[in-house]
């Protein structure tokens, strides 16, 4: 009895202390709002899995829009560092998709809002949107999956051209960048998926891209048996990371091969994570 008691207030004094940090931090997030700029293509995986968080997260921030050929929007300012994506965060530059979800996932606004999120999923804590499990599927979003992406989209000039079409909605381009770009980008990247498929060896990129699916399919959704790689009823990063990279060649031949016309666990995941990312830009 008495050690039922003692557990009964033990829980107590964990809620109590939890209302509390909650309550500090969600008054040190109206104290100071976050401020944050994405500079992106639109096409760019790393770009994507940035986004997939933003969206996730219910992050309010500013797309910029990289010209690929002259990057003019990130000089002078950038410094040295000429690649996407890049973020200001509360007028704090960060560099490359790693630097940037960090900081998000240590960001007060951030937590706060995921909290808010998961108060009808108690299962689902920080320390499980962040294990180490979710840590490994983010780093196989980067080094096995998002690899695959170019060389699918632009295993053909013509695919590659069908993939640049999204600078037609740019309105900050003019009509001659938008066929500047489509022209001569699409070129450029033909020939840098096809110095990617022969640094790996892959003669069959579908094939390739399939192979890689498969473990996500096998290991991450255990062939279908959990809703999400969290194991949970809320994803996680791992989630995050592999449906923002995933999500960046939405629309594209790729993408309707491997995913809606592949069908099972990966397109029933996606699917739900689709429906997690509703406000997804």
């Keep these: 009895m ?23 931090r969600s008054l040190s997030v109206d104290a100071s ?9 639109k096409i760019c995986p790393f770009c994507n899995k940035v986004k997939a968080l933003l969206a996730y997260a219910g992050v309010d921030h500013k797309i ?17 560092y000429k690649k996407v994506p890049i973020a200001m965060l509360n007028d704090e530059q960060l560099n490359g998709s790693d630097k940037i979800l960090e900081a998000l996932l240590e960001n007060e606004q951030v937590i706060a809002n995921l909290e808010e999120k998961w108060k009808d999923t108690p299962e689902q804590t920080m320390s499980d949107f962040r294990s180490k499990d979710a840590e490994k599927w983010m780093k196989y979003a980067t080094d096995d999956l998002a690899a695959l992406l170019y060389p699918n989209i632009c295993r053909s000039l013509g695919d590659s051209f069908l993939a640049f079409s999204y600078v037609n909605d740019v309105e900050t381009f003019s009509p001659v960048q938008k066929i500047t770009i489509r022209g001569a980008g699409s070129l450029a990247m033909y020939l840098a998926a096809s110095k990617i498929k022969s640094k790996r060896g892959i003669t069959d990129e579908r094939e390739a891209l399939n192979k890689v699916l498969s473990v996500w399919e096998e290991e991450g ?26 999500r960046s060649v939405e629309g594209l031949p790729a993408h309707k091969e491997v995913i809606e016309e592949r069908g099972g666990a990966v397109k029933d995941w996606y699917e739900r994570m689709s429906g997690q990312l509703q406000n997804f830009k």
């Design 64 to 80: 910029v829009e990289v010209n690929p050929l002259t990057k003019s929007e990130l000089k002078p300012w950038s410094g040295d």
């Design 2 to 24: 008495s050690g039922r008691l003692l557990i009964s207030r033990g829980t107590r004094m964990v809620s109590t202390k939890q209302q509390q940090s909650n309550l500090h």
């Design 221 to 246: 959704l255990s062939d279908g048996e959990k809703e999400f790689q969290s194991g949970t009823h809320a994803p996680n990063m791992g989630d995050i990371a592999v449906f923002g990279t995933l």
């Design 33 to 41: 709002p976050l401020s944050l700029t994405l500079w992106q293509y």
